[in-house]
T-cell receptor, first 111, second 114 residues
Framework: EDQVTQSPEALRLQEGESSSLNCSYT??????LFWYRQDPGKGPEFLFT???AGEEKEKERLKATLTKKESFLHITAPKPEDSATYLC????????????FGQGTTLQVKP | DAGVIQSPRHEVTEMGQEVTLRCKPI?????LFWYRQTMMRGLELLIY????????DSGMPEDRFSAKMPNASFSTLKIQPSEPRDSAVYFC????????????FGPGTRLTVL
């Protein structure tokens, strides 16, 4: 059974304090790993797709990396506006069309 | 381009009443997904359609829930009768198999069943 586990559940950082969020997964035939950002009262907003181990993608202060067992979302010099819940999801060949989501990491960045 | 559109944004109803949630996917997308999000269970896929055909409804909690997609630009999720445990935020998402497998989410409908 495909499974996604995110850690930590919650993370508090000072503005400018870099850190990483972890997404561990088990999936049969990874076709894609996704990162989403969700602000309170809104739907998840697509950030990145990673398709194979070794792949990296960047967007502003965010950088996502992928290995065969986990993905990291690195946040460099975060700002208060980066505060949100970050969701990881996987798409496997055994779950046609279905994304399996983790529980998310809620990030709070204090000024 | 307009994103996924959902209505209503908020719904408050009494136990036993019928509730209908509506979704308009992104134009040109051929896959549509209904999710439910709660604090306890996170994001759960209820059902998804590909080219207007239901592909997997294994996440639909019980027979009180039903979903339809009469055409490529409209879908409904119906709960009849509603119960307090159905209170949650319901999201609709769409994707285009031709462009990739990323799913784009709507703003959600917050449902409260009293």
């Amino acid at each position: 059974e495909d499974q996604v586990t995110q850690s930590p559940e919650a993370l508090r950082l000072q503005e400018g304090e870099s850190s990483s969020l972890n997404c561990s997964y088990t999936v049969s035939g990874l076709r894609g790993l996704f990162w989403y950002r969700q602000d309170p009262g809104k739907g998840p907003e697509f950030l990145f797709t990673l398709y194979s181990a070794g792949e990296e993608k960047e967007k502003e202060r965010l950088k996502a990396t992928l290995t065969k067992k986990e993905s990291f979302l690195h946040i460099t010099a975060p700002k208060p506006e980066d505060s949100a819940t970050y969701l990881c999801a996987v798409f496997g060949s055994g779950n046609t069309g279905k994304l399996i989501f983790g529980q998310g990491t809620t990030l709070q960045v204090k000024p | 381009d307009a994103g996924v559109i959902q209505s209503p944004r908020h719904e408050v109803t009494e136990m036993g009443q019928e509730v209908t949630l509506r979704c308009k996917p992104i134009s040109g997308h051929n896959s549509l997904f209904w999710y439910r999000q709660t604090m306890m269970r996170g994001l759960e896929l209820l059902i998804y359609f590909n080219n207007n055909v239901p592909i997997d409804d294994s996440g639909m909690p019980e027979d009180r829930f039903s979903a339809k997609m009469p055409n490529a630009s409209f879908s409904t999720l119906k709960i009849q009768p509603s119960e307090p445990r159905d209170s949650a935020v319901y999201f609709c998402a769409s994707s285009s198999s031709g462009r990739g497998i990323e799913q784009f989410f709507g703003p959600g409908t917050r449902l409260t069943v009293l």
